[in-house]
């Protein structure tokens, strides 16, 4: 099935010369268990930046697809060579695959260059910024038994820098309340 993403920002444009001419295969971080991690995006607020400035520009349509089976939802993105693409940001750890094609992605450390296959597990509060360097197929894979794609976007990340803001604010006071019990 395919479905449009509003959470989605994309354009055909190269990304600036630093994110993509010194960009370099790079080995991804790996956690205590040996599996592959993202670090923490970019800045949120350079990233939102970035998309304040891409929704000037024409967008690129992408297509989507769901699917579903018994406690997983997989949201499977194609994206096109030479489109630059924000995502929302994710409240929760999710999995994400890419299963085609080379991407760049912004990092706090830099460009991270890498190809399918490539799996890697994302911290809470991640917003991506991405470069396609070739035709991309890039799978974000959730925990639920929810199929209605609008509550679980609703439920998984703030598609908004706004709504980022106040899900955060709400995440820090449930943090202090907890350490104080």
Not at 135 to 142: A, H, Q
Request: glycine content about 4%; aromatic content about 6%.
């Amino acid at each position: 099935m395919t479905q449009p993403d509003d959470g989605l920002k994309s354009v055909a444009q190269a990304p600036p010369s630093s994110s993509s001419s010194t960009a370099s295969p790079v080995n991804p971080s790996r956690s205590s268990d040996g599996r592959p991690t993202t670090q923490r995006t970019k800045p949120l607020d350079e990233v939102f930046a970035l998309e304040a400035e891409m929704l000037k520009m024409p967008q690129v349509k992408l297509e989507c697809f769901h699917y579903f089976s018994p406690g997983v939802y997989a949201r499977e993105l194609h994206l096109p060579a030479g489109t630059v693409t924000t995502g929302a940001v994710h409240r929760f750890e999710n999995m994400n695959i890419l299963s085609k094609g080379t991407i760049s992605i912004a990092t706090e450390d830099g460009p991270l260059t890498v190809s399918a296959p490539y799996t890697v597990v994302s911290p809470p509060g991640t917003k991506r910024a991405v470069y396609a360097h070739t035709d991309c197929v890039w799978t974000t894979i959730l925990g639920t038994e929810e199929t209605d794609v609008e509550l679980i976007e609703k439920t998984f990340v703030c598609k908004t820098e706004q709504e980022y803001l106040e899900w955060h604010s709400q995440s820090q006071q449930l943090l202090e309340q907890s350490e104080s019990a």
